[in-house]
């Protein structure tokens, strides 16, 4: 055997060799299977399927979407709930945009990244169980990725995660609120909580992708010996990655765009006395913009 791409090659037809490759594949795929690996954005939308699923008797749970768009809808209906329990600010911010409404927007963003996660979760774990697993040629390997899938996904592990990502995007968002003048009520603190833990719970898969991808360098699978990178594993992999990184840069980019939002309104406020034109603020986020896509490119 030798060594490409991290990986270790095995035979010329992939898992052709079932003599070097562990016996008992199933447990673990079974496992998985039956969602004893979740993220909590993950669990989040498949306890919320459980209650239409059992008030309409169905045999099997409802399609995903119609769990995401039950979410999003439940997410803004708390929202609004808050804001007429505690009050709803009649502040209108620059450029017309009432407080109450930026605050609907914050969540229904949140909601979308909560959805993206399930699933790249979705995509995440059927890699695992269907190419990483059946490929895997050894059996402590095997035995590696189940502690570092209880490890990983474990709720004390998760929730470490939500928390340190979440009390920052909390920070960041009250500076930002504060930044643009907003009225700093009940409501925005309690919306400005949910958009934070919301949008962290992205953080403890994105995580587990890229610890997945650094650990199993070091395993030994059965690919093409000829052509390692032609293995269905190395394909459903890029497949995999490709997918997270277009639906991640989807939600980034709506963010950015909502945080630029922000920003411009911030500017309007600072300089609506006249010395400055609002023509001076489209310069400044143009050519910050184009610094940006320069970078990226």
């Known amino acids: 055997m030798s060594r490409s791409a991290g990986f270790q090659v095995g035979v010329a037809d992939p898992l052709a060799n079932s003599a070097e490759a562990p016996a008992n594949l199933e447990p673990l795929k079974t496992q998985i299977a039956r969602r004893q690996y979740s993220s909590l954005a993950g669990t989040l939308l498949v306890v919320l399927s459980r209650a239409p699923q059992k008030l309409t008797r169905r045999a099997h749970p409802l399609p995903f979407w119609y769990s995401a768009v039950l979410f999003v809808g439940l997410t803004l209906v708390i929202g609004r709930l808050v804001q007429i329990v505690f009050g709803s600010s009649s502040r209108v911010l620059a450029l017309g945009i009432a407080q109450p409404l930026l605050e609907l927007v914050a969540l229904l963003s949140a909601s979308t990244v909560v959805i993206v996660t399930a699933l790249n979760q979705t995509s995440f774990l059927a890699t695992v169980r269907e190419s990483v697993i059946a490929a895997i040629a050894s059996e402590d390997d095997l035995i590696d990725l189940q502690r570092w ?18 009390f ?72 995999m990655i490709s997918g997270v990184i277009v639906r991640m840069g989807a939600v980034m980019a709506l963010l950015t765009v909502f945080y630029v939002c922000i920003w411009i309104v911030n500017f309007h406020n600072k300089y609506s006395d006249g010395s400055h034109s609002l023509g001076n603020v489209d310069i400044v986020v143009c050519n910050w913009s184009l610094c940006a896509c320069t970078h990226y490119r």
């Open 149 to 166: 899938l209880d490890s990983t996904f474990s709720v004390k592990r998760q929730f470490t995660a939500i928390l340190i990502y979440g």
């Open 168 to 239: 920052f995007i909390v920070g960041l968002s009250m500076f930002l609120a504060n930044l643009i003048n907003a009225d700093m009520n009940v409501t925005l603190i309690i919306v400005t909580v949910l958009f934070g833990f919301l949008n962290a719970t992205s953080a403890p898969l994105i995580n587990a992708i890229f610890a997945l991808l650094d650990r199993i360098s070091h395993y030994h699978f059965q690919l093409y010996s000829a052509d390692p990178s032609s293995s269905e594993l190395i394909d459903r992999l890029t497949g």
